[in-house]
């Protein structure tokens, strides 16, 4: 059974660059008839908030990308408290009492003679005796992970390939602050052994700490997951922008993208795949693999989405989005209108065509022509071929053709220059308000 999961923060709102995660998590899991779990990643009670993680739930469920379970972190502690103890036990795990600004000092001093920063584990060497005099101090600990030197570090990432890292050059990472609250880094590790998860899938800004988080895995005698980093998402202009850091589901909707059309493009770019038009986004699972994933950012461009989202919508079924189309508008009114779309919000502007007379000036030469369209649309047959059989009779009666024939006609239907298929059209406006525009535009 393929467990993912998708673990943001909730101390902001998703931007496309998370919903991209969550995406491929969902994608996964779904492609294996898996399950995709949500957990909140709320340790940081301070920059965490309720207003966040309700926003994220409904985010998620706007996109159709729907959890089958969801946890916080900060119901779980009990968990962590436990499994720290046996890390403790195992000696694993180490108190340290350098203040911020003495590890900054340590660090500075490295810089200055070309080393990289890493903790020097002074730590690990005090006595019993000095530890009591921190405590008598009232000094209390923050705790480190303590890394395995002997053992190397390597998986076989789905994207990237086989990854190592020397644990040597890599500081024992600090799992837990001096007020007993834990940093990201243990408790993901001890929730996903405990929710089964069998791939993590996320952005390549995680590479190093899966390699602390393997050693933790091991620490703590669970097999590690599967792990898939991929590359980060960048702007059109090629940089990682902060415009796409605050571009979210509700930037989405304001624009009037589709989840599906997000869908789309966040499940295509950066793979070898091309972005295709779908209506349904399980259309995506089958193709969809780690293997098709290349290592250069991919690429997020508003405007290919905004294109991507007129084709979907000119494909949509009226079911798909009936109920957020006008009162009285049926599926031949939406078939009609849907290729003149760039967003469903606009359909309300063509249904006011449909059924709202225009308000249109004519040119005196075209009134006597549009007295004889009105006769002739009276007296016709009203079937799907209305548009066809009046202009037939037109040009044969008049000798119009081309512009002269159908500009007025349009005109005085629709008050618009340009839109929807005439032949689409008519029949939607009907017999009654077609007559009655044509005489009105005849004067
Ligand atoms: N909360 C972490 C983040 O948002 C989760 C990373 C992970 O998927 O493990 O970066």
Redesign the pocket.
């Given at each position: 059974m393929i467990v993912t999961r998708f673990?943001?923060?909730p101390t902001g709102r998703l931007h496309v660059g998370?919903i991209r995660t969550a995406l491929h998590n969902w994608m996964w899991s779904r492609k294996w008839g898996g399950r995709f779990l949500l957990r909140l990643?709320d340790t940081d009670v301070e920059r965490s908030t309720a207003e966040n993680a309700e926003a994220i739930q409904t985010d998620l469920a706007w996109l159709g990308l729907s959890p089958d379970d969801a946890v916080r972190q900060s119901d779980r502690f009990a968990l962590y408290e436990a499994r720290f103890e046996e890390l403790r036990g195992g000696g694993h795990v180490y108190p340290c009492y350098e203040s911020a600004e003495e590890l900054e000092l340590k660090r500075k001093i490295l810089a200055g003679r070309g080393l990289p920063p890493i903790y020097d584990r002074a730590a690990l060497a005090l006595s019993d005796a000095e530890r009591a005099a921190f405590e008598a101090e009232g000094r209390r600990p923050h705790w480190r992970f303590k890394l395995d030197h002997d053992s190397s570090i390597h998986w076989d990432d789905l994207i990237r390939g086989v990854q190592h890292l020397d644990p040597k050059l890599l500081s024992d990472p600090v799992i837990r602050r001096a007020d007993g609250s834990w940093l990201?880094m243990l408790p993901?590790v001890i929730d996903d052994i405990d929710m089964g998860v069998t791939h993590?899938v996320?952005g390549e800004d995680?590479v190093t700490n899966t390699g602390l988080q393997l050693q933790m895995f091991a620490a703590l005698g669970a097999p590690a997951p599967a792990f898939a980093h991929e590359a980060l998402l960048v702007g059109s202009e090629g940089k990682l922008s902060k415009r796409l850091g605050s571009l979210g589901c509700d930037a989405f909707r304001d624009e009037g993208i589709e989840p599906v059309a997000l869908i789309a493009l966040l499940a295509r770019i950066g793979t070898s795949l091309p972005v295709e038009p779908v209506t349904v986004p399980e259309t995506l699972l089958d193709s969809f693999d780690f293997a098709r994933f290349g290592r250069a950012p991919a690429r997020f461009d508003l405007d290919e989405l905004k294109a991507l989202n007129a084709r979907i919508l000119h494909m949509l079924p009226y079911g798909a989005v009936a109920d957020r189309l006008p009162a009285g508008m049926d599926e031949a009114g939406w078939e009609a209108i849907r290729p003149n779309l760039s967003t469903v919000d606009e359909a309300a502007d063509w249904w006011a065509v449909v059924v709202d007379a225009p308000d249109t000036a004519i040119a005196d030469e075209d009134r006597a022509y549009l007295a004889q369209a009105a006769a002739i649309a009276d007296g016709a047959d009203w079937n799907d071929g209305i548009w066809k059989a009046l202009t037939g009779a037109l040009a044969a009666e008049t000798g119009r053709k081309g512009k002269p024939l159908f500009l007025p006609l349009r005109l005085a239907l629709t008050g618009r220059e340009h839109g929807p298929d005439m032949n689409a059209l008519l029949p939607l406006i009907g017999r009654e308000r077609a007559v009655e525009r044509l005489k009105a535009a005849a004067g």
């Open positions: 673990a943001p923060s998370n990643d990201y993901s993590v996320r995680h």
